[in-house]
């Protein structure tokens, strides 16, 4: 596609419940990042995929967060048993390769509230 | 490890008035260093980039950008402001070759023109 997108646009959900968040990253692209930026704050990074390799995981803030990825397409973010602290935008962005030179191409994000 | 300061959490200049937005990072090597604006209910579009050669990098927009290694700054400029740059900058590192993959942001600078 154009651009990366993301869906749901906004989530509303209840404490507890699970929620996925989906990511479609630039057609090509290989490197795909998810961030969190919670209000006034910037973003903080939570994961990365690069093509088949394993993901790097160091910023996912605990057990309930996960994410794959199909090969170098979607991704889905899934957050277990929300907390209200979860409340946040969640951004995901593409680049043509790994490494920091790289420009990432972010998509809207996804707005999470937990009520 | 990298991180970035951007010391200034909100600037309020008049429109056709100039705008220096500031930013130091902390990285051991050369960095990847990135502008990032973020216009309300938008994803974050790239503004302007320094890999490496000339230290004044010009961007989108009318923006342009100096790294000085010797005070570890990347201060983004715009001779001339304009209603429509009200919006959220955000700084970023990202590391080299080596480093990891993702990038490392500021917390923001919000940006208000009056008129």
């Given at each position: 596609g154009a651009g990366v997108s993301q869906s749901p646009s906004n989530k509303v959900t209840e404490k507890g419940k699970d929620v996925e968040l989906r990511c479609d990253p630039i057609s090509g692209h290989t490197a795909l990042y998810w961030y969190r930026q919670r209000l006034g704050q910037g973003l903080e990074f939570l994961i990365y995929f690069q093509g088949n390799s394993a993901p790097d995981k160091s910023g996912l803030p605990s057990d309930r967060f996960s994410a794959e990825r199909t090969g170098e397409s979607v991704s889905t973010l899934t957050i277990q048993r929300t907390q209200q602290e979860d409340s946040a935008v969640y951004l995901c962005a593409s680049s043509q390769?790994?490494?920091?030179?790289h420009e990432q191409f972010f998509g809207p994000g996804t707005r999470l509230t937990v009520l | 490890a990298q991180s970035v300061t951007q010391p200034d959490i909100h600037i309020t200049v008049s429109e056709g008035a100039s705008l220096e937005l500031r930013c130091n990072y902390s990285y051991g090597a050369t960095p990847y260093l990135f502008w990032y604006v973020q216009s309300p209910g938008q994803g974050l579009q790239l503004l302007l980039k320094y890999f490496s050669g000339d230290t004044l990098v010009q961007g989108i927009k009318g923006f342009e950008a100096e790294f000085k290694r010797s005070q570890s700054s990347f201060n983004l400029r715009k001779p001339s402001v304009h209603w429509s740059d009200a919006a959220e900058y955000f700084c970023a590192v990202g590391a080299g070759?080596?480093?990891?993959?993702n990038l490392f942001f500021g917390t923001g600078t919000r940006l208000t023109v009056i008129p």
């Open positions: 390769t790994s490494g920091g030179a | 070759q080596t480093g990891a993959n």
